[in-house]
């Protein structure tokens, strides 16, 4: 996981001594940033350890029965409280791969709806493009692969979001999507007749990427997805095997989910 460096360093060209604070894997990391910003060794670094948690946060955490890690820092126990509340999963390992790759912190204990919320408002406009490009694609082509910097076809979406960079409607219909609307599109339908709203498909951002993933990949444009078949009534006796039924449904509903 990333962590937070200080370091006073020689900045070149001013000859001058400067504190700099940055984000980086590693202190080798930290140290090769440095050089590429025009700073000069001897640097006399320290890492910034995260705040401890507060009793506060260590109450409500307690009260909302989550397991407290050892000496939990605030940044860790406020993601621990988020996930609790917001009903939040795991992010997949290629996600925290591409959010570690764009110089993003976050805590391990991430979920997935925030983790998607700070990569998508935290990229630049043409990688917000791209990311948004992406995530129809995947929606659309159900493909699974997660990070969109090693995904075969990144170039695709980086030339799409460059033909757009310059399109104000495109870009006012695409701020008005959080990121966690970005795990799947449209209505999630499921075979007990619940149902769960993903990111919406009537806007100009969405119209403009499903036609373009559609020309480019033969996708089609929207999807309802709909899992298991509508349960019948149950027969005198069978209650139990219903109540399984019903469990098994709702554990298929519950994979389909974690993968988005």
């Not at 590693?26 to 090769?32: I, K, P, R, T, Y």
């Not at 350890?49 to 940044?75: C, F, G, R, V």
Request: glycine letters at 6%.
């Amino acid at each position: 996981m990333l962590k937070k460096f200080k370091a006073k360093a020689l900045y070149q060209a001013t000859n001058r001594v400067r504190t700099v604070t940055l984000i980086a894997k590693s202190e080798a990391d930290f140290v090769l940033q440095l050089k590429q910003s025009g700073f000069s060794e001897p640097f006399e670094i320290t890492e910034e350890l995260p705040e401890p948690a507060t009793d506060a946060q260590i109450q409500y955490a307690k009260s909302l029965q989550i397991d407290i890690p050892l000496n939990p820092n605030k940044d860790d126990l406020s993601a621990l409280i988020s996930r609790k509340v917001d009903n939040d999963r795991n992010p997949s390992p290629e996600l925290v791969e591409f959010a570690v790759e764009k110089g993003l912190s976050f805590s391990k204990y991430i979920g997935k709806k925030a983790l998607y919320n700070l990569v998508f408002h935290s990229l630049s406009k043409e990688d917000r493009i791209a990311f948004f490009a992406f995530s129809v694609y995947r929606w659309l082509s159900e493909d699974r692969h997660g990070n969109l910097a090693s995904h075969n076809y990144c170039d695709v979406f980086y030339d799409f979001a460059r033909e757009q960079l310059n399109n104000d409607s495109f870009i006012k219909s695409l701020d008005k999507y959080a990121g966690a609307d970005l795990r799947f599109f449209g209505t999630l339908r499921f075979a007990d007749g619940g149902e769960t709203q993903g990111g919406s498909t009537n806007t100009i951002a969405y119209k403009t990427c499903a036609e373009f993933v559609h020309t480019r990949f033969g996708t089609p444009k929207t999807k309802t997805a709909t899992f298991g078949e509508p349960l019948k009534a149950s027969a005198p006796g069978k209650s139990g095997c219903m109540g399984l039924i019903v469990g098994l449904l709702g554990l298929v509903s519950f994979i389909f989910l974690a993968l988005f």
